[in-house]
């Protein structure tokens, strides 16, 4: 059987008029569970090289099927991709104009963000999404470059690429897009596990533009005394 064969093997017609209603999918839903799933990528992973596995995640995104489309980023999840992720970047880069929805967006930016983390100069292409005028691909600038937000002892070029991408943050703050915002709050909220005096400092300038709920969301983790409310 082919890979969609495969996922339309594990099929469930009431759990996927579930999913469709939750996700409020406009594209065909088989009803697949993701631990399902994470079965099946197991072992497509184990059965192709990268080249292969880069070949049956675009096979699987190009059928347009939800649970095809969190296959194709699943199979790509990976912190080191020999000898070349070129084209594995390439595919998922690809990908992003055609984000809709948060969860199929969320699994392929969980696929970019190894990439990236591999090889910080394609942040320069990010940067690029930043300026789009399709929402997920905004979204997706700051999703994908979550690995940044945890990190500690950075390098200057660790905190450099930080940095940028706090201003990215910052050029967004008068978005006032739900999932924009929540990608702010998102980002901040995990960098201050990390660094809670600069996101302090990031909502000192800019949280009167903010969503009150992001605000909210990106001070969790505060202390009382550096929470804003």
């Known amino acids: 059987m082919t890979p969609l064969e ?11 008029s579930e999913m469709v209603s939750y996700h409020k999918l406009h594209r065909e839903c088989l009803g697949v569970s993701n631990p399902q799933i994470d079965e099946l990528v197991k072992k497509w992973r184990a059965e192709c090289d990268v080249e292969a596995r880069v070949a049956m995640a675009d096979e699987l995104w190009r059928t347009d099927v939800f649970e095809a489309r969190i296959s194709a980023a699943k199979l790509l999840v ?89 201003g990215w ?29 600069r996101v302090t400092a990031f909502l000192s300038e800019h949280r009167d533009r903010m969503k009150p709920f992001a605000v909210k969301i990106a001070s969790k983790y505060l202390s009382q005394s550096m929470s804003f409310k």
Do not use: C
């Not at 495969?6 to 996927?16: E, I, M």
């Not at 005028?133 to 930080?162: D, F, G, I």
């Not at 978005?175 to 660094?195: G, P, V």
């Open 169 to 197: 943050a910052s050029s967004y703050v008068d978005d006032q897009e739900w999932f924009i915002q929540k990608a702010i709050a998102w980002w901040l909220r995990d960098l201050s596990k990390h660094d809670p005096s």
């Open 78 to 166: 990976q912190a080191r991709l020999r000898p070349s992720d070129e084209s594995a970047w390439a595919l998922i880069s690809s990908w992003v104009p055609q984000f809709d929805g948060w969860a199929i967006a969320d699994h392929a930016a969980s696929a970019g963000s190894k990439r990236l983390v591999a090889n910080p100069s394609r942040l320069d292409v990010v940067e690029g999404w930043t300026k789009s005028e399709h929402m997920w691909s905004r979204r997706a600038a700051l999703v994908m470059t979550l690995p940044w937000s945890k990190l500690n002892h950075l390098t200057p070029e660790q905190n450099n690429a930080r940095e940028r991408i706090l």
């Open 6 to 16: 495969q996922l339309r093997h594990l099929g469930n017609a009431q759990k996927a």
